[in-house]
């Protein structure tokens, strides 16, 4: 298949499926391992095809009709590209559920949503919800791909049927043709908001497709690229790019075993495209350099000076200016040298076949974006939201600068409202909030354009750099205005602190809590003098003072009023797991601040750093 194929043909979601299915029938679609064989196994488009049909008769048999809703809770797999795509060509609206949610959120959304019909792995799954919420008024059915129905609550208002029984109990149902119109609901996805109830984001079968094909006229993928697949179908980053984006282009999906396979599976799976966040980056830098470092200083030094001389080739190969320096006239000289023996060894890391990788869903510390593109991974850094379907911007081959998350799609419009928001129109913008008129108005300005509630700026030769969250603006007492995103990000670039959260509403002054990379954290106790594993080492004086300092050495260009001036250390990382990020792994402000709210206070009663300045 060629890149530049006819994309006027493609107008609803099931299109892209039907031309794989005539273009190419017998190419791999997806694969899997399963644990049972141990083995990976794959499904052509016409196998897909022929397994959707047999979904869209259970559900058609099940006694659901067009425009009905069915919430899908799965892990990505064979069986949650079935679900997704039998309901979409069937002229329904899948409502994916984020794996990692709690029980009553997810048990919140399936009656919001009105959904009919609930697909889940275990029997399990639905238990849990429905000891969370026991009244679900418009669910008819729970189909558990598992085939563990037997072990449903034997108080169930629902009926649950393992996914054997309901496919075979429907096998010879008639399927007819259904007439899907561009501006059908294709989604409902519910985003992972920081506070309140989670709102639907109504996405129509033309937001994704404009999205989809914009997309791949800055991209180009085609049916010999691989992706590999383990961002959940609920985050519409993955759902769009790795996904549809995917199908579109008619290229091969393959599905993680898991985030701890992750590294391992790249190495099987060998993508040539690589879709994450910037968390994962950041897990794979640290082991990367610590790797390295292992082999000692003289190996270290030569990973050093690998991502300075990669970082002016890159600077060059992207109209970037080039870092001064004394030894650039052997740039030409030592690199294919340090190439073969450094940068490729950090290549092979993600399998070795890299042509595209990129980072969205947060902010992408500067640090990553510097070394990695310094290494020749070819990392591309983008900006979206769920309400706009939800690619905006990325950075493309040749005018990548990492610091930016690039320039508008060719449909997108962008511009700068009241204290700089981000303003987007065009077709790939929500229809709305499901149920929520008052939210959906508040959404938009007067003139139609959609409100990020992002702070940017257009100072890179029309790229777009997003300076933070209008919302998480700190206003100090003092009157001084500070967006935590870049200086969380900029301390974070010292390996001795894995996350950081800055505070100071209302406060004279900033602070931060910090949780520590357990191995630096040994290293820098110990040259301290101080017992790492004792708890109450983490907030000694000279502890905090020492790490004041790394601290404001990170964020040393930014101004001395931005700069916190304590903070209170933690070992215990913050996850999706204990509620202090969102599935889309972003920090939930307000519940960090309730829980170390004892500590942010003693940070205001004895600032430490006050002795430093």
């Not at 001389?309 to 006239?329: D, E, M, Q, Y």
């Not at 890299?354 to 290494?375: D, E, K, P, T, Y």
């Not at 790229?463 to 206003?475: N, T």
Request: charged fraction near 25%.
């Amino acid at each position: 298949m060629n890149a530049d194929k006819n994309t006027n043909n493609f107008s609803v979601i099931p299109d892209f499926l039907a031309h794989n299915v005539k273009a190419y029938p017998d190419r791999p679609a997806y694969r899997q391992f399963f644990a049972s064989s141990k083995t990976w196994e794959s499904l052509t488009w016409k196998d897909f095809d022929e397994r959707v049909k047999q979904w869209r008769r259970g559900l058609v048999g099940s006694g659901l009709q067009q425009g009905d809703h069915v919430a899908i809770l799965m892990p990505n797999s064979f069986n949650s590209a079935l679900a997704d795509m039998s309901v979409l060509c069937s002229g329904m609206t899948p409502v994916p559920l984020h794996a990692v949610d709690t029980p009553a959120s997810s048990g919140f959304i399936l009656n919001n949503s009105e959904s009919k019909l609930l697909i889940v792995p275990k029997t399990l799954r639905w238990n849990a919800m429905l000891a969370a919420v026991s009244d679900y008024p418009n669910l008819k059915l729970v189909v558990t791909t598992g085939n563990d129905a037997s072990e449903a609550d034997q108080n169930s208002p629902v009926p649950v049927i393992g996914i054997d029984e309901w496919l075979e109990k429907y096998k010879n149902v008639e399927l007819s043709d259904v007439k899907i119109d561009k501006d059908d609901l294709a989604a409902i996805v519910y985003t992972s908001g920081t506070t309140g109830k989670p709102k639907g984001v109504m996405l129509t079968h033309d937001n994704i497709v404009s999205n989809v094909l914009d997309c791949q006229n800055v991209f180009a993928f085609n049916c010999e690229d691989v992706f590999l697949s383990f961002l959940p179908f609920s985050h519409t980053f993955e759902r769009t790019v790795t996904y549809y984006l995917a199908m579109q282009a008619g290229s091969e999906v393959a599905f993680a075993r898991s985030v701890a396979k992750l590294a391992e599976d790249l190495l099987i799976v060998r993508p040539t495209v690589f879709i994450s966040v910037p968390r994962v980056f950041e897990q794979f830098y640290s082991k990367i350099v610590a790797k390295f470092a292992q082999k000692g200083a003289f190996v270290k030094a030569l990973l050093d000076q690998t991502e300075a001389i990669g970082w002016r080739k890159f600077c060059r190969a992207n109209n970037l200016a080039v870092p001064s320096s004394s030894f650039t006239w052997l740039d030409n000289i030592l690199w294919p040298s340090l190439n073969k023996k450094i940068a490729s060894a950090v290549r092979e890391a993600f399998g070795g076949r890299l042509r595209i990788s990129v980072s969205g869903g947060a902010a992408l510390n500067n640090a990553l974006g510097h070394f990695f593109c310094s290494m020749g991974i070819p990392l591309l850094q983008g900006y979206g939201l769920t309400e706009t379907s939800p690619v905006v911007c990325f950075n493309i081959p040749g005018r990548n600068n990492p610091v930016t998350v690039g320039i508008p799609l060719v449909r997108v419009q962008a511009r700068l409202g009241e204290f700089d928001e981000l303003q987007i129109k065009g077709p790939s913008v929500m229809k709305g909030y499901w149920k929520r008129p008052e939210a959906t108005a508040e959404a938009f300005t007067e003139d139609g354009w959609f409100k990020t509630g992002d702070q940017a700026d257009f100072s890179d030769a029309g790229r777009i750099r997003i300076k933070g969250r209008i919302k998480e603006i700190i206003v100090t007492s003092t009157g001084e205005k500070i967006p935590p995103n870049d200086l969380e990000l900029a301390i974070q670039a010292d390996p001795l602190f894995e996350q950081v959260m800055v505070y100071g509403e209302g406060r004279p002054f900033i602070t931060a809590l910090a949780v520590v990379n357990p191995e630096k954290w040994e290293k820098f106790a110990k040259s301290l003098e101080v017992d790492p594993i004792d708890p109450e080492s983490l907030n000694r004086r000279d502890v905090r003072l020492a790490a004041i300092r790394r601290l404001k050495k990170a964020a040393s260009h930014f101004p001395q009023y931005g700069v916190p001036r304590n903070i209170h250390l933690l070992k215990e990382p913050w996850t999706i797991d204990n509620g202090a990020l969102t599935v889309t792994m972003k920090l939930k402000r307000n519940v960090i601040c309730e829980r170390y709210s004892e500590e942010i206070k003693e940070l205001y009663e004895t600032p430490q750093s006050k002795v430093g300045t």
